[in-house]
């Protein structure tokens, strides 16, 4: 283990997770969120059995009881991990990860948001439903309204530690999408997130229409984030990844797709959808607003931000001057927050090509999905430490906390 001063030890001890899940076994799935839970763990059954090590389906798990020690914290994976769906143990789990927040997105709701905003080609060919379109969709948004009442209980637990993240559906209209938010945040919801492959309410992020919604979250510190999941609906066709090369494996994420061409494109959406926010102004416009793309990968903002900035400076400046002030990259440095692939991304390589945008990237854990690695902050340190102690304190906290400021700071303007 790299030697670390006391200041970032005593810093790493209150590390902030930008990405955690509830992890219910789907047996269990309608006796935590409801009847339409219920229905929809009977039709994902097929993919459900092959998701592998994270082992969503798992009848004979009856409750969450495994030991909460720090072997078996970094170690094990899947809905048997400890806390995995208890949340009143998952304070316990964070104190042995030494992380003082957490978001927690769903598992079970990722498969409710696939059947409310997937595509008809992701319910043939994924998941084999022959029930009409309308019915799917009805029934994933059953879930997700589910969902999203287990989040407004959860989130009167341990505000100021664990943060459900809400999920909203993208609404006919920026009112729809407004009174949907608000009313979820009145209810105490402190994060939430919007499907990338959709736009909001119906209209370009950039539009004005849509002004007093990004208000409303500034004023209130409330961080946007965009979760993997969300990018169905982005491309029209689903011709392009039907090719041999691209057939499911035998093993399915639920998060991430199954086949290589998912992966390679999964940061397209969010690349449209910041594109849009960025260059349309609205970061100028609303400079709190806090942005998170997460479980996204990384690799992808250096390049990306380098063309914004090139077509913002080199090509469309005079046009471009009414709307931003600063270069495309600027604002994705103070308002945009990601995280890496724990297991294949080269952060410590971003960070050093992209200086400018070190305080964009974040550390996740996704626990306790399989994908978010094992023994994760300790492989994290000894990856960063060439680049010296303040960007492990960086990217373990400070970045971080523009996406999870303290509980004061967000009731303190939410009074306002």
């Known amino acids: 283990m790299t030697e670390l001063s006391a200041a970032t030890l005593a810093l790493l001890d209150q590390t902030l997770d930008v990405d955690a899940h509830e992890m219910t076994p789907s047996h269990l799935w309608g006796e935590v969120f409801g009847e339409a839970a219920a229905r929809i763990s009977e039709l994902a059954l097929p993919v459900l059995k092959k998701t592998g090590a994270n082992d969503f389906y798992n009848p004979t798990l009856a409750a969450d009881i495994e030991e909460i020690t720090d072997e078996n914290v970094w170690n094990i994976r899947g809905s048997r991990a400890p806390g995995a769906f208890d949340m009143s143990r998952r304070v316990a789990v964070m104190d042995v990860m030494g992380v003082a927040r957490q978001f927690v997105f769903p598992s079970f709701a990722l498969f409710a948001n696939h059947l409310y905003t997937g595509t008809e080609a992701t319910h043939r060919d994924r998941y084999q439903l022959t029930l009409p379109e309308a019915e799917i969709r009805a029934l994933g948004l059953a879930g997700i309204n589910e969902y999203n009442e287990w989040v407004v209980r959860q989130s009167q637990v341990e505000p100021e530690r664990i943060r459900p993240v809400a999920y909203i559906s993208p609404g006919d209209s920026p009112e729809e999408l ?12 402190l994060a939430i997130n919007l499907p990338a492959g959709h736009p909001p309410g119906g209209r370009s992020p950039a539009s004005p229409e849509l002004d007093p919604y990004w208000e409303m979250l500034d004023r209130r510190n409330i961080a946007v984030l965009v979760h993997v999941g969300g990018e169905w609906g982005f491309l029209k066709s689903a011709e392009w990844g039907r090719a041999p090369a691209f057939k499911p494996g035998k093993v399915e994420s639920n998060e991430l797709g199954s086949e290589p061409f998912s992966f390679a494109t999964m940061q397209l959406p969010i690349c449209n959808y910041l594109a849009a926010m960025t260059m349309g102004g609205v970061f100028e416009r609303h400079p709190g607003l806090r942005f998170g793309a997460i479980e996204i990968g990384a690799g992808w903002l250096g390049p990306w931000a380098e063309n914004l900035d090139m077509w913002a400076r080199d090509v469309y400046a005079t046009r471009m001057k009414p709307f931003i002030s600063k270069l495309p990259s600027e604002y994705i ?11 294949i991304e080269p952060l410590d390589k971003y960070i050093a090509k992209y200086p400018n945008l070190r305080s964009s990237f974040c550390f996740s854990t996704d626990y306790p999905h399989i994908e978010g690695g094992k023994d994760v902050k300790r492989k994290f340190i000894e990856l960063l430490a060439p680049l010296g102690e303040e960007v492990i304190q960086d990217v373990f906290v400070k970045n971080c906390e523009l996406l999870l400021p303290p509980l004061d700071e967000i009731r303190k303007q939410d009074a306002v």
């Not at 440095?333 to 297991?343: L, Q, T």
């Open 178 to 189: 407004y009174e949907q938010t608000e009313a979820l945040l009145d209810r105490g919801v």
């Open 333 to 343: 440095a103070s308002n945009v927050r990601v995280n890496p692939f724990n297991n």
